[in-house]
């Protein structure tokens, strides 16, 4: 059977390339960075170039680069970390009501902690407004933290221009009574990039942002690998404590296969940018427009522009999302109902919700994310079977 | 040149066949277990198959087994998440001064946060007397930690009795007047078997342990996986919060590759273990008898039987270990001084003064840990360099 995977945005396959890249790490340079013998020292070696080479891709310094072990580790330290690291200059937080779990968890854990955590909302197209954050923040407001692209609907949010209301607001605390002579100025800025980074420019000093996170599952790359980019001088403390590796922000042998993967992971994503969002962005919108043409009531959720290249989520009223799912997985068409990580809950996605959707809508969204693999011959397929499912579904509901 | 890996307790080599059992999950099974297709069924039905089979290796319920990004997260989601979930019965904690960094810093993470935490000493052969924890234990103590096996010296501690000791405890506490009906007794006990996993016993029935953690790097499989095993109706509180995968335990998607190659690599150690931990031990006893003999005033670190088949440690009076390990280096032998975790910092091992060694020993201090692939021929070439490095230093030392 013909098998269409279109659910990038829960996982990735791995690349060929990033695999190769791997195959030396294995049982060839398999030492222990911290040994100082020669499998010690070439251990040491890689880890170090793959922290240079994606410093290099988000043109910050290798030492400002913090591996973990995946994405929501890079959150939890970047938030958590941050936070409990700062805590004495201000225990307020700023963030969106459409983050992922890694994010709402995070400031819940902070919220336990007496932390006040100030929850933005967004417009019925996904988007934060820059001038809701210059609203919510005040003096002991210390972390900004919205994400660069949505996971579930896909709108990327405003990361350059936040990063400059809170620069802004940084300069006029200068003129302030209260300013005090630490290097690090507040609210500092927090983006989860985990769902852009193989879509969008991931150079912080464009985006203004002063941490940064990115993990390798979702761009072709090892799963179980991470990293938090934070400009030096900002001072975290550690999620897991141990034996003192990344200079004591995240203790654990260094998984070395896995961060020269990641490295390779990112170089790939970065090569291929440009053209694959250019050729996935056409696929997108002819797909958009072929749903609102062919599926009566269909709704199209996020933005019709901002929006990541692979990335379609739609409701289709009467249709109940879990069941579509299923309908199309024996088609051999696998996509996805909101995030893959609530799918299991069956609830339904506080995303779409957020956007003002019903309930109900909410419950029948379906997310299709698109991938290298993706061909326009594959949506075509895909077009014809969710006809199919929609004419049967609703048709067994109205008997 | 000959290489000689004899660092095998800093991290070994993935073995041949986990590397195989791990192949069709990189770009074939790549889905993420929370998706709800075809992908996503395969990959959750090889996380509980894995998880099922370690279950089977520890004698313990699957349900029981909570994966982690490796052995250091899996000690600090045994001691700090175990803590701070049950810190309403007490707040005392009771541990070894020879713990590894993961532990130490665990129970300094928690005294920060109000905790109590007794440490215990070792005799000079850097073994706990099961007794002290008798005596240290009080109404208030939750959690008692004890490593299986040390990482540096060897040293097997006697865990089945520490677990005798705690469960006659707790059975006295049914008569006292302050029972509680609660189902948890305290204080459990914790054991940190990342360095014991390949060569003892992993039965936690046996061992009488309440919660243990494992990981792969030591034991041929992947880096960057480890679980722990907590016994059902433990409360914990997760260090790494999001998505809320491993039931909440530790959210972040699934690394499946690393899970089948962890599960993979403790089924092979399981069926190699009485084998191969025989052909070690005599290998080891062998070459320590050989290192007495013939380097004049070598000293054993650890105890004489009861260490780890693979683990030689010796300290050289007048010899400083890093000379050593790179004079070695030259000649194609791995090993290490102390543990590779510490070995950046140069400091004299922690393990090694509080068997009451002068610091002058302790900086002398020299690991080899032998390995699968170790033959006596390796080891007799290493008895000869190291006589001629010892013979060279010293010599040059009195010039």
């Not at 923040?137 to 210390?142: A, M, N, S």
């Given at each position: 059977m013909k098998e269409i995977y279109l659910d990038h945005a829960a996982t990735t396959p791995l690349d060929a390339r990033v695999q190769k890249a791997m195959?030396?790490?294995?049982?060839?340079?398999?030492?222990?960075?911290?040994?100082?013998h020669r499998k010690g020292v070439a251990a040491k070696k890689a880890l170090e170039e793959s922290r240079k080479n994606i410093a290099g891709i988000l043109h910050c310094k290798a030492s400002e680069i913090i591996f973990t072990g995946g994405g929501t580790e890079a959150v939890n330290l970047g938030i958590i970390g941050f936070a409990r690291a700062n805590a004495h200059h201000g225990r307020h937080i700023v963030t969106m009501r459409i983050e992922h779990h890694a994010v709402l968890h995070s400031v819940d854990v902070l919220r336990a902690e007496g932390f006040d955590v100030t929850t933005v909302g967004v417009s019925e197209d996904g988007l934060i407004d820059p001038k809701e954050i210059e609203r919510v923040?005040?003096?002991?407001?210390?972390l900004v933290s919205v994400m660069?692209?949505?996971?579930?609907?896909g709108t990327i949010q405003p990361i350059a221009e936040i990063g400059k209301v809170l620069r802004r607001y940084r300069e006029k605390q200068?003129?302030?009574?209260?300013?005090?002579?630490?290097?690090i100025r507040y609210p500092l800025l927090f983006t989860d990039a985990c769902q852009a980074a193989g879509a969008l420019e991931l150079n912080v000093e464009k985006l203004g942002v002063d941490m940064l996170a990115v993990n390798g599952s979702k761009i072709y790359g090892p799963k179980g690998i991470g990293c938090l980019y934070a400009k030096s001088e900002i001072k975290l403390e550690p999620v897991i404590v141990g034996g003192g590796q990344e200079k004591g922000m995240r203790s654990g042998t260094e998984n070395i296969p896995a961060i020269v993967g990641f490295a390779e992971a990112l170089e790939i994503a970065a090569d291929m940018r440009v053209k694959e969002s250019e050729r996935l962005t056409k696929l997108r919108d002819w797909f958009i427009g072929e749903l609102l043409k062919k599926i009566p009531d269909v709704v199209l959720n996020g933005h019709p522009k901002l929006r990541l290249p692979n990335n379609i989520n739609i409701s289709i009223p009467g249709i109940e999302g879990e069941a579509a799912v299923i309908y199309l997985d024996a088609k051999g068409i696998y996509c996805s109902t909101g995030s893959a990580c609530s799918s299991?809950?069956?609830?339904?996605s506080h995303v779409i919700l957020e956007l003002g959707r019903s309930p109900d809508l909410a419950q029948g969204s379906l997310r299709f994310t698109l991938g290298r693999s993706t061909t326009k011959k594959d949506l075509e397929y895909v077009l014809k079977a969710l006809a199919e499912v929609v004419k049967k579904t609703r048709f067994s509901k109205s008997r």
């Open positions: 195959e030396p790490y294995w049982s060839k340079e398999f030492g222990n960075p911290s040994s100082l923040i005040r003096p002991d407001t210390i660069y692209a949505n996971n579930e609907i200068k003129q302030s009574p209260h300013y005090s002579l630490s290097t299991v809950s069956l609830e339904p």
